[in-house]
Nanobody, 126 residues
Framework: VQLQASGGGLVQPGGSLRLSCAASGLTFSGYTLGWFRQAPGKEREFVTAIRRPGASTSYAMSAKGRFSVSRDNSKNTVHLQMNSLKPEDTAVYYC????????????????????WGQGTLVTVSS
């Protein structure tokens, strides 16, 4: 199983980035996909997760209203659209896959995610 995250980079405050994560080696439609991030010197934290296309999403408070997660089961890909970026969004962003469709309260726990990507660095700075 491989999860390949891409799309990170340097962006100015207020700007946007779209991260993508391409999965292979798993039955993509049978997995919940999540995004986590880890800032320098901080613990990894939950950002968002999506269970099925078009529905069943969950967001951390820091991401609500600015970030949007989507998935394309035909391409085995999950996307994270990030708008109105702030310097505090600077982190390495990881995609992860959890088998099945856990209940909402479980989605923010890294323990349920079986597979992890290598991460992509997002730097928000002027």
């Amino acid at each position: 199983v491989q999860l390949q995250a891409s799309g990170g980079g340097l962006v100015q405050p207020g700007g946007s980035l779209r991260l993508s994560c391409a999965a292979s080696g798993l039955t993509f439609s049978g997995y919940t996909l999540g995004w986590f991030r880890q800032a320098p010197g901080k613990e990894r934290e939950f950002v968002t997760a999506i269970r099925r296309p078009g529905a069943s999403t969950s967001y951390a408070m820091s991401a609500k209203g600015r970030f949007s997660v989507s998935r394309d089961n035909s391409k085995n890909t999950v996307h994270l659209q990030m708008n109105s970026l702030k310097p505090e969004d600077t982190a390495v962003y990881y995609c992860a896959a959890a088998p099945g469709f856990p209940i909402t309260s479980q989605l923010s726990s890294s323990d349920i995610y079986k597979y992890w990507g290598q991460g992509t660095l997002v730097t928000v700075s002027s």
